[in-house]
């Protein structure tokens, strides 16, 4: 086989190898309607920002990290988080605190909020486990400094079953159980809203 041969056989092999990568999937944590809460209707004059969010670092990176068994994780190069999971939780808390107080103003930024004023929200995710066709969880530590500087604080191991077998019902049921954190906040929230 003379050398221009091989360069070709080589260049079809290659582009052949290239055609047949699996294209990547890009997914978002979303968030859920809340229940209705008897004062949820009407505009309540509050300021509400989310400070300091934290996830382990198995899950911190831009890969679905999906468990196997006890021991066990898989990593998909092909299933992938659309922004870094801490900015999606912060996003995601701070859109389910919104619609849980109508009138308030939430913020995913704690740079400019005037804790005088402000409800600031921590969250410590401690876990946040992914199991194909069976359940998302997560197990989160929260706090709640009020604007006169008294705190609650909570934690939270939520477990929801997924609707089917793929990523994006395990993504739904991440979104659903962080839902579940939102309103345990909302909760606290409103416990120091009584005069």
Same mark, same amino acid.
């Given at each position: 086989?003379?050398?221009?041969?091989?360069?070709?056989?080589?260049?079809?092999l290659f582009? @052949?190898?290239?055609?047949?990568?699996?294209?990547?999937?890009?997914y978002?944590?979303?968030? /859920?309607?809340? /229940?209705?809460h008897?004062?949820?209707r009407s505009?309540?004059?509050?300021?509400?920002?989310?400070?300091?969010?934290?996830?382990p670092d198995?899950?911190?990176r831009? /890969?679905?990290?999906? $468990?196997v068994?006890?021991?066990?994780?898989?990593?998909?190069?092909?299933?992938r988080w659309?922004?870094?999971?801490? @900015? /999606?939780?912060?996003?995601?808390?701070?859109?389910?605190?919104? &619609?849980?107080f109508?009138g308030?103003?939430v913020?995913?930024s704690?740079q400019?909020?005037d804790?005088?004023?402000?409800?600031l929200? @921590?969250?410590d995710?401690?876990?946040?486990?992914?199991?194909?066709?069976?359940?998302a969880?997560?197990?989160?530590?929260?706090?709640? $400094?009020?604007?006169?500087?008294? @705190?609650?604080?909570?934690?939270?191991?939520?477990r929801?079953p997924t609707?089917?077998?793929?990523?994006?019902?395990?993504?739904?049921?991440?979104? $659903?159980?962080?839902a579940?954190?939102?309103?345990?906040?909302a909760t606290?929230?409103?416990s120091n &809203?009584?005069?």
């Amino acid at each position: 086989m003379n050398n221009a041969l091989r360069f070709m056989l080589a260049t079809l092999l290659f582009i @052949s190898g290239c055609a047949s990568t699996p294209k990547a999937t890009f997914y978002t944590l979303t968030p /859920q309607t809340p /229940q209705a809460h008897p004062d949820a209707r009407s505009p309540i004059a509050v300021a509400i920002t989310i400070g300091n969010v934290s996830v382990p670092d198995l899950v911190d990176r831009p /890969q679905l990290v999906t $468990r196997v068994d006890a021991t066990t994780v898989s990593i998909d190069e092909f299933a992938r988080w659309a922004d870094p999971l801490k @900015s /999606q939780v912060r996003r995601v808390l701070t859109t389910d605190l919104a &619609l849980q107080f109508p009138g308030a103003l939430v913020s995913g930024s704690p740079q400019n909020a005037d804790l005088a004023m402000t409800f600031l929200v @921590s969250l410590d995710i401690q876990s946040f486990e992914s199991v194909p066709g069976d359940s998302a969880s997560i197990a989160v530590l929260w706090s709640v $400094r009020t604007p006169k500087g008294k @705190s609650a604080s909570g934690y939270r191991l939520v477990r929801e079953p997924t609707s089917g077998a793929g990523d994006d019902a395990l993504v739904a049921a991440h979104s $659903r159980a962080l839902a579940a954190v939102s309103a345990d906040i909302a909760t606290a929230i409103r416990s120091n &809203l009584q005069p």
